[in-house]
């Protein structure tokens, strides 16, 4: 498909995108590909006061009526899917594959939504006074902001807009300035599914914002807003979540990874290698679980490094459109700086880089191939998570060093073991200091009804299923005196 033809069947008009000030790059070639109104600062108050007000009423339409909004929603992107897809390879580069895959994520997480409509369960509670009955209840918070990156343009969007509508949430959407294309059709498809579900929808209960870091300041900060959820980098983490703890709101964040796969003597090497290159470089390593260090046993170090490398050197880099491509772009050519810049640092540790040279595809587009890079320790370099295919490689003799080097980095997303002995395995997931701790299987690709998150530098967050509905929610405690008196302290007395 053309991008004209994506835009038209995505519904995307002119008025869109076209005339705006926000510029939208391909990562495929660089080349622009739209100019993308901005939402005027001066509005973002209006904005809020809409979502507050279509809160007012969407509370009050009983759950199960609500999630009929979410199956609208899911039915509406199966349709969507070829041509959502397509957007986010063109908007953020993603392969082929990807790309669908990441509008199947929504659809799944609609399907979860639309039966979480009808289980959002409180507890009875035993009470020590006769005659008295105690419940938890769970309620509405109140407009949602939705802060998302540029990697996973439109999952992550319905991650948290399929469970904050089941629960009663109205939503605010402020995508990445990288990939606002593909959240205007998100909300095209929207808003076919709210026009099929009629008048319980108010005004304004979903809304989106395009702008850049001002724009989300401004809900940030909004006391009306109790509740942000944020997806991107450790370092906007640190920047959100202090300034919605400030005003006692409530954040979801989910931030870096910087994920460790420790692979053990006993561990399936086949299976090691197709999950390593798999969670390495898909996405061009700019997945939030993206695999970026691995902690190999000395005894099998040489063979798994061996053919890591040979695999490595024949994975396909280009345009993600291609059959058979298997690494695209990086976002943009401040990613690919960021990367070699990395790698530089990682020669003046002491790693030995396998790989990481930049790719001239004669297209334009910051083409890199992935990079094994060995390295005699844990150094400042690995520490630090950079947003692209890098894999630090690491020895380890002491099954319990090589715990102790999972954990000893400031992110705490995703983390794995490969091995067949089942001490180990167990001693592995009780130590895990991530929100996500695999045996067996690489650290991405996490699937909607188990939650994730955990990001454990600023506190983290949940989402995409299990139980991450609870964050969307407030709960309260009800005590019902059902006797014929009130009970009294001991010793009490009131003349009345």
Same mark, same amino acid.
């Given at each position: 498909?053309?991008?004209?033809?994506?835009?038209?069947?995505?519904?995307?008009?002119?008025?869109?995108?076209?005339?705006?000030?926000?510029?939208?790059?391909?990562?495929?070639? $660089?080349?622009?590909?739209?100019?993308?109104?901005?939402?005027?600062?001066?509005? @973002?108050?209006?904005?809020?006061?809409?979502? #507050?007000?279509?809160?007012?009423?969407?509370?009050?339409?009983?759950?199960?009526?609500?999630?009929?909004?979410?199956?609208?929603?899911?039915?509406? %992107?199966?349709?969507?899917?070829?041509?959502?897809?397509?957007?986010?390879?063109?908007?953020?580069?993603?392969?082929?594959?990807?790309? %669908?895959?990441?509008?199947?994520?929504?659809?799944?997480?609609?399907?979860?939504?639309?039966?979480?409509?009808?289980?959002?369960?409180?507890?009875?509670?035993?009470?020590?006074?006769?005659?008295?009955?105690?419940?938890?209840?769970?309620?509405? @918070?109140?407009?949602?902001?939705?802060?998302?990156?540029? #990697?996973?343009?439109?999952?992550?969007?319905?991650?948290?807009?399929?469970?904050?509508?089941?629960?009663?949430?109205?939503?605010?959407?402020?995508?990445?300035?990288?990939?606002?294309?593909?959240?205007?059709?998100?909300? #095209? &498809?929207?808003?076919?599914?709210?026009?099929?579900? $009629?008048?319980?929808?108010?005004?304004?209960?979903?809304?989106?914002? &395009? $702008? $850049?870091?001002?724009?989300?300041?401004?809900?940030?900060?909004?006391?009306?807003?109790?509740?942000?959820?944020?997806?991107?980098?450790?370092?906007?983490?640190? &920047?959100?979540?202090?300034?919605?703890?400030?005003?006692?709101?409530?954040?979801?964040?989910?931030?870096?990874?910087?994920?460790?796969?420790?692979?053990?003597?006993?561990?399936?090497?086949?299976?090691?290698?197709?999950?390593?290159?798999?969670?390495?470089? !898909?996405?061009?390593?700019?997945?939030?679980?993206?695999?970026?260090?691995? &902690?190999?046993?000395?005894?099998?170090? =040489?063979?798994?490094?061996?053919?890591?490398?040979?695999?490595?050197?024949?994975?396909?880099?280009?345009?993600?459109?291609?059959?058979?491509?298997?690494?695209?772009?990086?976002?943009?050519?401040?990613?690919?700086?960021? @990367?070699?810049?990395?790698?530089?640092?990682?020669?003046?540790?002491?790693?030995?880089?396998? !790989?990481?040279?930049?790719?001239?595809?004669?297209?334009?587009?910051?083409?890199?191939?992935?990079?094994?890079?060995?390295?005699?320790?844990?150094?400042?370099?690995?520490?630090?998570?950079?947003?692209?295919?890098?894999?630090?490689?690491?020895?380890?003799?002491?099954? =319990?060093?090589?715990?102790?080097?999972?954990?000893?980095?400031?992110?705490?997303?995703?983390?794995?073991?490969?091995?067949?002995?089942?001490?180990?395995?167990?001693?592995?997931?009780?130590?895990? =200091?991530?929100?996500?701790? #695999?045996?067996?299987? !690489?650290?991405?690709?996490?699937?909607?009804?188990?939650?994730?998150?955990?990001? /454990?530098?600023?506190?983290?967050?949940?989402?995409?299923?299990? =139980?991450?509905? /609870?964050?969307?929610?407030?709960?309260?405690?009800?005590?019902?005196?059902?006797?014929?008196?009130?009970?009294?302290?001991?010793?009490?007395?009131?003349?009345?």
């Amino acid at each position: 498909m053309t991008p004209q033809q994506i835009f038209a069947a995505l519904g995307l008009d002119d008025k869109q995108i076209s005339g705006g000030t926000l510029a939208v790059f391909s990562p495929i070639d $660089g080349a622009e590909i739209a100019r993308v109104p901005e939402t005027p600062l001066a509005e @973002m108050a209006a904005v809020r006061a809409r979502a #507050n007000a279509a809160f007012a009423e969407w509370r009050k339409v009983p759950a199960p009526r609500r999630g009929e909004l979410v199956r609208l929603l899911g039915e509406e %992107l199966r349709a969507a899917k070829e041509a959502l897809g397509a957007l986010v390879t063109l908007e953020a580069g993603k392969i082929t594959s990807e790309g %669908l895959g990441e509008v199947q994520e929504m659809i799944d997480i609609c399907d979860f939504a639309v039966g979480l409509s009808r289980q959002l369960y409180g507890l009875t509670i035993a009470s020590e006074r006769p005659g008295h009955v105690m419940r938890e209840t769970w309620h509405p @918070m109140g407009p949602c902001a939705i802060i998302t990156a540029f #990697n996973f343009p439109v999952a992550v969007w319905s991650w948290n807009a399929a469970l904050a509508l089941v629960c009663g949430d109205p939503v605010i959407w402020k995508p990445s300035e990288k990939t606002p294309l593909t959240a205007l059709a998100c909300m #095209n &498809i929207l808003a076919r599914a709210l026009k099929r579900f $009629g008048e319980d929808a108010p005004e304004g209960l979903a809304q989106l914002v &395009i $702008g $850049g870091a001002a724009h989300g300041e401004a809900l940030v900060t909004a006391t009306d807003i109790p509740l942000v959820s944020a997806t991107g980098s450790t370092r906007m983490g640190r &920047i959100v979540g202090p300034k919605v703890a400030e005003r006692f709101g409530r954040s979801i964040l989910e931030l870096g990874g910087n994920n460790a796969m420790i692979v053990a003597p006993s561990a399936d090497l086949d299976m090691a290698v197709r999950a390593i290159v798999f969670s390495a470089v !898909g996405t061009a390593g700019q997945r939030c679980t993206s695999l970026r260090r691995l &902690i190999v046993h000395e005894s099998v170090a =040489d063979d798994l490094v061996a053919r890591l490398t040979k695999a490595y050197a024949s994975l396909p880099v280009g345009d993600p459109r291609e059959a058979g491509t298997l690494v695209g772009p990086l976002i943009d050519a401040g990613a690919k700086a960021r @990367m070699l810049e990395a790698l530089d640092a990682a020669r003046a540790q002491g790693g030995t880089v396998h !790989g990481g040279a930049a790719v001239d595809t004669g297209k334009g587009g910051a083409y890199v191939a992935p990079a094994l890079v060995e390295m005699p320790g844990q150094s400042d370099v690995v520490r630090e998570e950079t947003f692209a295919p890098i894999l630090y490689v690491m020895r380890y003799s002491d099954f =319990d060093a090589a715990l102790a080097m999972q954990n000893d980095v400031p992110q705490g997303l995703s983390s794995c073991i490969f091995t067949l002995n089942l001490r180990e395995a167990e001693a592995f997931l009780q130590a895990s =200091d991530c929100g996500i701790a #695999n045996v067996n299987i !690489g650290p991405s690709g996490a699937e909607i009804g188990g939650a994730f998150g955990g990001e /454990k530098e600023t506190g983290g967050g949940r989402e995409s299923g299990s =139980d991450a509905w /609870k964050g969307y929610m407030r709960r309260a405690t009800n005590t019902v005196n059902y006797s014929a008196a009130l009970p009294l302290a001991q010793g009490v007395r009131f003349d009345v």
